[in-house]
């Protein structure tokens, strides 16, 4: 791989210069802006998603749907733990160097990157996280996977990557995420069912609220009494 990107006709190069030429363009708080985002930024903002999705589905699903969903927004991080350690010898093996070492002219925004680039963690790490998250709720999913496209953009804008290193990313998560989703969820499913059935640890799938729409009862609300005396009413039926 590194010895195709060595050569400054190849597309992945020419369109590593057109990205990264963008940022010797931009005005240099927004390259600030862009290096926090590509390194840390976008990450943290997938993480949320994953958090908001696991309080919309327990505070609106009912028990079933609320455990597979569960399910999988647990399988979300877990892909994206998967697929790194899944990435450690890919790196090893194809030993690309960062494309900085090899090109003149980059705009490198981050500094002190001395391990390889194929393929690209950050990329791995964020398609995993939003295609798993997707396997649990579509919208959120679909969210978080516009999030990790732009995290692969963002680090190919920084100059630490070559977009076929992001592309890389993108696949290998997409594949770990999805191909292994059956297996995971089959594990998850009955163990977040358990921990919804036990004491506590019910209201890590189901809200208080849910139950109180959906099972008034279970939570101290009368239901209404249909064709019986008003509360309050007295022996004859009327209001005390």
Same mark, same amino acid.
């Given at each position: ?16 210069? /057109?990205?990264?030429? =963008?940022? !010797? ?31 919309? +589905? ?11 969903? +569960? ?22 093996? +194809? ?6 070492? /090899?090109?003149?002219? =980059? ?5 002190? !990157? ?6 690209? /963690? ?16 579509? %919208? ?9 496209? =732009? ?13 076929? /290193? ?13 191909? =292994? ?18 004491? %506590? ?40």
């Amino acid at each position: 791989m590194a010895v195709l990107a060595s050569d400054g006709s190849n597309p992945d190069v020419g369109l590593l210069y /057109d990205i990264n030429g =963008l940022a !010797k363009a931009a005005p240099p708080w927004f390259d600030r802006v862009m290096e926090f985002a590509g390194e840390y930024g976008i990450v943290l903002a997938m993480v949320l998603v994953v958090l908001w999705c696991w309080w919309n +589905v327990r505070r609106r699903g009912a028990f079933g749907d609320s455990v597979s969903a +569960v399910a999988g927004i647990v399988w979300a991080p877990l892909a994206a733990g998967i697929a790194l350690l899944v990435n450690i010898p890919i790196r090893g093996f +194809v030993e690309r160097p960062r494309p900085f070492r /090899d090109h003149q002219g =980059l705009d490198v925004l981050v500094a002190g !990157k001395t391990d390889f680039s194929f393929v690209s /963690d950050h990329a791995t790490l964020a398609m995993a996280l939003g295609v798993g998250l997707f396997v649990a709720h579509r %919208r959120f999913g679909l969210a978080a996977i516009g999030l990790a496209l =732009l995290e692969g953009f963002a680090r190919v804008y920084m100059g630490v990557h070559y977009p076929t /290193d992001v592309i890389g990313g993108f696949a290998l998560g997409t594949a770990v995420a999805l191909l =292994l989703a059956p297996l995971a969820l089959a594990v998850l499913t009955p163990v977040v069912s358990a921990v919804a059935r036990s004491g %506590r640890g019910t209201r890590l799938v189901r809200s208080r609220r849910a139950d109180a729409v959906r099972h008034p009862e279970a939570v101290g609300i009368p239901e209404p009494r249909v064709g019986g005396p008003a509360p309050g009413a007295g022996r004859n039926g009327l209001a005390a």
